[in-house]
């Protein structure tokens, strides 16, 4: 559980040390007879939105469908917690990054010299 | 050697990139309407502002965060929405005039009206920012910000009264015209603590790698460049209070302003104050353009940096791509510069305590600073300072907007 | 709750202003407006004199003033007593 608040808002980098967004949920395990697990952490979609506003986020996930495609890192990824959250994923895939691709693809990569 | 070079690149800088719109037209209406008299506020927002830049940079060299990614690790998502709206809207209002500024440089220059360099000058920040080399930008800005020590120049032409100026660094109450007094205390004070200041120092710190070994220079850079920054507004108010308040004259106009120069120094005087306001404005409008984009993606986790092509963090560019067009149609629709100036400063006043409090609690936090955490002066300086700027602010903006008396 | 409390001490600190500020006030900031741009017009002209400020500007300064002093000078005059229909 404690593990949980610490890392909960924490900057995410990737294996290239490229940041990929923030710890913006955490997957806890309930184990019968003893404490909760942290399994995963959450990255993107609609998950901060549900911290901020549960109107807007269930709004966000009409308009987006699903939870708005948040990348789930199992905990077993995670390589280092320290001033980030280091874990053993390519971003350049994941779905945490699918913003940054949509925005770069649609928008700036449009623009000469981006 | 390399450690001496960056202390003075870090006092040019502070020299440099001090005065800008906000601080001038603020210091050039209080020294206009009440003499040496107000010169306590520009005394008090340096302090402040110094003791705020130190923090940022010392936050950055202990524990590698940047502002407002501590702000989102330590406050939780929700509390980090909200001090992020705040700096984005007072940023933004800022950022709108310190394009105003260039535009009305410009203006004073050619003799085209300021609406019409909106535009142009959003669009030369931008691909300036596009380009990527911020580096070299910023330590260009701020050398050439230096044309700004002409005010210091013409301000000893004028031959203050040592004695009395220095008298004027205590606070005193207004003898006249109290809610005007009162407003134009606060906009200096949210003139020289924009928060675009140390969040943009914070950011640069942490790209620049800082540690620990960084800190004494932080201390020296932010007292000296702060000290020298508040010299030159100083010595604005010093030459609108030696030029204008004898003959009466109020600043209701910026086209009033550059005569402060031009009285002293002759025609080298109008060019020189033409040139500090469309550089220090325009130097400003970049730092503001790049701080609203690390605000966000330091908070939100996007990938940032000014050395990474626009293609590379792309949500980062997107931030400055919209904020500086939507900045210049401010300008473009006709605002008033000077009145938008004085309004955001005060404004930035207002919103002191959100911007000021968190970094007040990250800094008295051991889990981020360890044993470097504040002393109690730098607490008590700033958070009283903030605290009375927001009260009077929150009692003489309606008088202002709404007494006119 | 606090912050409807800042809100409703805001709105009569704004009420206490509208109306405080009364048309005595009003008259005297408008007649130092209107004293001050006369001001800076003789200003301006001690600079133009001496060439310090360039042509174009002086006739930039020159409108700033009219028009603030035309402004100044429409709140300083008493508004017309109105007339009672017969």
Not at chain 2, 152 to 172: E, K, Q, T
Not at chain 2, 261 to 290: D, H
Not at chain 2, 382 to 403: D, Y
């Amino acid at each position: 559980m404690e593990l949980a608040r610490t890392v909960l808002d924490q900057q995410v980098i990737d294996v290239h040390d490229h940041a990929m967004g923030k710890v913006d949920g955490v997957v806890l395990e309930l184990r019968p007879g003893r404490p909760a697990r942290v399994s995963a952490i959450v990255v993107g979609g609609t998950t901060a939105l549900w911290r901020v506003h549960r109107g807007l986020a269930r709004w966000a996930e009409r308009k987006l469908g699903g939870e708005g495609h948040p990348a789930r890192i199992p905990w077993s990824r995670v390589l280092r917690v320290g001033v980030d959250v280091k874990v053993d994923t390519e971003s350049e895939r994941s779905p945490a990054l699918r913003w940054e691709r949509w925005v770069r693809d649609r928008i700036i990569g449009r623009i000469p010299g981006a | 050697m390399s450690k001496l070079f960056e202390i003075a690149l870090g006092i040019v800088t502070g020299i440099g990139g001090f005065l800008e719109t906000g601080s001038l037209a603020t210091a050039a209406q209080a020294g206009a309407a009440f003499g040496y008299r107000l010169a306590w506020a520009i005394l008090l927002g340096t302090v402040c502002i110094a003791f705020l830049i130190e923090m940022a940079g010392r936050l950055a060299a202990v524990s590698h965060h940047t502002l407002p990614d501590a702000m989102r690790e330590r406050f939780g998502i929700t509390f980090f929405v909200v001090v992020f709206a705040v700096v984005s809207l007072v940023s933004f209002l800022v950022l709108a005039s310190e394009i105003g500024g260039v535009c009305l440089a410009l203006q004073f220059a050619s003799g085209v009206s300021f609406r019409w360099w909106a535009l142009p000058v959003a669009g030369l920040a931008w691909l300036l920012l596009w380009k990527g080399n911020f580096g070299l930008i910023e330590k260009g800005t701020s050398l050439l910000g230096l044309v700004t020590l002409a005010f210091v120049v013409g301000a000893l032409r004028l031959h203050p009264a040592a004695g009395a100026l220095a008298s004027s660094l205590l606070p005193s109450l207004p003898t006249h015209e109290p809610a005007k007094y009162w407003f134009t205390a606060v906009s200096i004070i949210g003139a020289s603590v924009s928060p675009y200041l140390f969040y943009f120092y914070s950011a640069g710190a942490v790209e620049d790698e800082w540690d620990v070994s960084y800190l004494g220079i932080n201390r020296l850079v932010s007292g000296l460049g702060m000290g020298f920054g508040g010299f030159v507004a100083v010595a604005v108010l010093v030459c609108a209070a030696l030029v204008l308040h004898p003959l009466g004259i109020q600043v209701d106009r910026y086209e009033q302003i550059p005569l402060i120069l031009a009285t002293p120094l002759g025609r080298a005087g109008f060019v020189l104050f033409v040139a500090s306001l469309a550089i220090a404005c325009f130097g400003a409008a970049l730092e503001i353009g790049l701080q609203l984009a690390y605000l966000a993606a330091q908070g939100f986790g996007w990938r940032w940096g000014e050395n990474l092509r626009p293609r590379e963090a792309a949500r980062f560019a997107l931030v400055y791509t919209v904020a500086l067009p939507l900045a210049a149609l401010v300008i473009l629709a006709g605002v008033d510069p000077l009145k938008l100036t004085v309004f955001s400063m005060a404004l930035t006043a207002l919103s002191l305590p959100i911007t000021v409090v968190p970094l007040l609690v990250l800094m008295n936090d051991r889990m981020y600073l360890g044993d470097q955490g504040n002393g109690w002066v730098s607490n008590a300086a700033v958070l009283g300072i903030s605290f009375i700027a927001c009260v009077v602010a929150l009692v003489a903006i309606p008088l202002q907007l709404f007494g006119g008396g | 709750m606090a912050t409807r409390v800042a809100w409703s001490s805001l709105a009569i600190l704004a009420a206490a202003a509208v109306l405080g500020c009364g048309g005595s006030a009003r008259q005297a900031e408008a007649a130092r407006t209107v004293r001050s741009w006369d001001a800076t017009v003789r200003l301006l002209e001690r600079a133009e004199g001496s060439g310090a400020v360039p042509a174009g500007f002086a006739r930039q300064v020159r409108e700033a003033a009219s028009q603030g002093r035309t402004r100044a000078q429409a709140r300083l005059q008493p508004p017309p007593p109105r007339q009672r229909a017969p």
